[in-house]
Nanobody, 117 residues
C-alpha cells in the first residue's frame, strides 16, 4: 500500500518545466532518504535524484543541470523541479523513501510526465 503521494505531473512541451511533489503523511517521521525514480514503457526503472535528511543530493547524469531535488521538512515533502524538459524525460515518476523504523520503506503510486510538442 502506497503511503507517499506524488503530484505535479502532466503534459509539457520540450523546454518546459514541471515541479513534482512527494508528500508523506505527518505520521511518518523516520524518513532519512528520499529518491525519485522514473520508468518509461519498455525501459528499466532509472534513479533520477535523491536527497538525504542532511540535504545531500545526487543526480543521474542525464538530468544534471536541469533537475533539482529539494525538501521541506516542515511539510514532510520532497520536490523535484524539472527544467528544460526533453521528450526522453517522458516517464512515470515515483518517489521512494527509506525510514529508520519498520516498515523501513515507503513509496507512492507515481505520476505521469509527458514531454511532447
Amino acid at each position: 500500500q502506497a503511503q507517499l503521494v506524488e503530484s505535479g505531473g502532466g503534459l509539457v512541451q520540450p523546454g518546459g518545466s514541471l515541479r513534482l511533489s512527494c508528500a508523506a503523511p505527518r505520521t511518518i517521521t523516520d524518513i532519512y532518504l528520499v529518491r525519485w525514480y522514473r520508468q518509461a514503457p519498455g525501459n528499466p526503472r532509472e534513479l533520477v535524484a535523491g536527497i538525504t535528511n542532511d540535504g545531500i543530493t545526487n543526480y543521474a547524469d542525464s538530468v544534471k543541470g536541469r533537475f533539482t531535488i529539494s525538501r521541506d521538512n516542515a511539510r514532510n515533502t520532497v520536490y523535484l523541479q524539472m527544467n528544460n524538459l526533453k521528450p526522453e524525460d517522458t516517464a512515470v515518476y515515483s518517489c521512494y523513501a527509506d525510514g529508520t523504523t519498520s516498515p523501513y520503506m515507503y513509496w507512492g503510486q507515481g505520476t505521469q510526465v509527458t514531454v511532447s510538442p
